[in-house]
T-cell receptor, first 111, second 108 residues
Framework: DTGVSQDPRHKITKRGQNVTFRCDPI?????LYWYRQTLGQGPEFLTY????????KSRLLSDRFSAERPKGSFSTLEIQRTEQGDSAMYLC?????????FGPGTRLLVL | RKEVEQDPGPFNVPEGATVAFNCTYS??????FFWYRQDCRKEPKLLMS???SGNEDGRFTAQLNRASQYISLLIRDSKLSDSATYLC?????????FGPGTRLSVLP
């Protein structure tokens, strides 16, 4: 196992388009987190799965954001009707406990 | 008050110096504490967990003060390769809140 992977690594899109990111966690990890990070800030929690159950979502997560982890393995994060303020690094982390191991992130630029 | 606060720095120190970072947290119910390191344009990586009695890993020492709600990270004999942003992490329930990070530059 080579760790957490994320795809794509970079995404440029136009405002109003939908985007979807994928995260493949470390296989034995039951917890999966999505974070967003902007320049000069620490990662900001978005949502958390334990196996396939989405247990918590940040109040900051608007209705345009949705995440799934259908079989308790990989996860997807979709942003609908992207806005320029969505431009950020989207990080996925997986763990058995603790904040865990991060993937390399997907850098999103909304034009 | 923010949930987790850190001095943003930057801390510019010469090689071999000892440097300490503090982090304060607002939720007295927090039980799990960590330090992560993040290199420029890379993902955060776990540096060490922070235990109640304090713990050491080589040149790195972490301390927890529950009464004052802060944790600290001490780096001794700093190396050029220690240059990075150090992120304090605290649990809020089952979630983890990251501080904004403290940037360290170790200079030759």
């Amino acid at each position: 196992d080579t760790g957490v992977s994320q795809d794509p690594r970079h995404k440029i899109t136009k405002r109003g388009q939908n985007v979807t990111f994928r995260c493949d966690p470390i296989s034995e990890h039951n917890r999966l987190y999505w974070y967003r990070q902007t320049l000069g800030q620490g990662p900001e929690f978005l949502t958390y799965f334990q196996n396939e159950a989405q247990l918590e979502k940040s109040r900051l997560l608007s209705d345009r954001f949705s995440a799934e982890r259908p079989k308790g393995s990989f996860s997807t994060l979709e942003i609908q009707r992207t806005e320029q303020g969505d431009s950020a690094m989207y990080l996925c982390a997986s763990s058995l406990k603790g904040p865990g191991d991060f993937g390399p992130g997907t850098r999103l630029l909304v034009l | 008050r923010k949930e987790v606060e850190q001095d943003p720095g930057p801390f510019n120190v010469p090689e071999g110096a000892t440097v300490a970072f503090n982090c304060t947290y607002s939720n007295s119910a927090s039980q799990s504490f960590f330090w992560y390191r993040q290199d420029c344009r890379k993902e955060p990586k776990l540096l060490m967990s922070v235990y109640s009695s304090g713990n050491e890993d080589g040149r790195f020492t972490a301390q927890l003060n529950r009464a004052s709600q802060y944790i600290s990270l001490l780096i001794r004999d700093s190396k050029l390769s220690d240059s990075a942003t150090y992120l304090c992490v605290v649990n809020i329930g089952q979630n983890f809140v990251f501080g904004p990070g403290t940037r360290l530059s170790v200079l030759p």
